[in-house]
């Protein structure tokens, strides 16, 4: 059974960065495509960012591209999340979420997904 867990969330000024990470059990990341999601008050989930089971696909919404970037650590079984030059737009409760797929070169940042951690603050204020 995957279990994902989230933390690294936050307080953070606009402009600050933070770095939210993602630890997988059940599952090595070979096996595992792991997607970045988060949700603010009243307004839908939204998709953040994913990369592959074999790491070689990574993708990023438009709001968030050229500042937040995915990365993983197989010793630690682990997906990051370096969220750069932060918005007070990027305040949400960010969600990984993962889904059983063997050494696959795709990743999606919609729809739902068989796993879900338990989600973490990200609040951006000055």
């Known amino acids: 059974q995957m279990q994902l867990v989230e933390s690294g969330g936050g307080l953070a000024q606009p402009g600050g960065s933070l770095t939210l990470s993602c630890t997988v059990s059940g599952f090595t990341l070979d096996y595992v495509a792991i997607g970045w999601f988060r949700q603010a008050p009243g307004k839908e989930r939204e998709g953040v960012s994913c990369i592959s089971s074999n790491g070689g696909s990574r993708k990023y919404s438009d709001s968030v591209k050229g500042r937040f970037t995915i990365s993983r650590d197989h010793g630690k079984n682990t997906v990051y999340l370096r969220m750069d030059t932060l918005k007070p737009e990027d305040t949400a409760v960010y969600y990984c979420?993962?889904?059983?797929?063997?050494?696959?070169?795709?990743?999606?940042?919609?729809?739902?997904?068989?796993?879900w951690g338990q989600g973490t603050q990200v609040t951006v204020s000055s």
């Open positions: 979420a993962g889904e059983d797929d063997y050494y696959s070169d795709y990743c999606r940042i919609f729809g739902d997904f068989g796993s």
